[in-house]
């Protein structure tokens, strides 16, 4: 989000809702196969390539460009799960270290569950 636009949290907040809503749509409208069907092109960096484990079937590699890689709707609703659960844990790390309690347990799953996340507390 434009910075300069979107710094009120209603206006950040009504954005989530969007994006949340359409996440909503797509999913009522495919079914699990048309996820593992249904593919774009990306990169093999960043977190898709740091964590392929977490996708299962997801990624497929470009046998002519190791650095493509086909990404299955499937992995791209998995990769805004773990992103959501990262967030979350990143904000209730940041409760406690302002000796606040956090609520909700968050299950250990995705980016934040790999032996190489930083997982520190102050």
């Not at 907040?13 to 809503?21: D, F, I, S």
């Not at 774009?40 to 493509?68: C, N, V």
């Not at 956090?102 to 569950?113: C, F, K, M, Q, T």
């Not at 790999?114 to 997982?119: G, K, Q």
């Amino acid at each position: 989000l434009d910075e300069d636009l979107y710094w009120e949290p209603e206006a950040i907040l009504e954005k989530l809702r969007l994006g949340l809503e359409l996440c909503q749509k797509v999913l009522a409208a495919e079914t699990v196969d048309s996820l593992r069907r249904k593919v774009i092109e990306g990169g093999s960096s960043g977190l898709f390539g740091q964590y392929p484990q977490l996708f299962p079937g997801g990624l497929l590699p470009d046998a002519q460009d190791p650095s493509k890689v086909s990404i299955t709707l499937e992995a791209t609703f998995l990769h805004r799960y773990y992103e959501y659960l990262t967030h979350l844990f990143n904000i209730q790390r940041l409760k406690r270290a302002q000796g606040l309690t956090a609520v909700v347990e968050i299950p250990l799953e995705g980016y934040w569950s790999m032996p190489d996340w930083d997982r520190s507390e102050p």
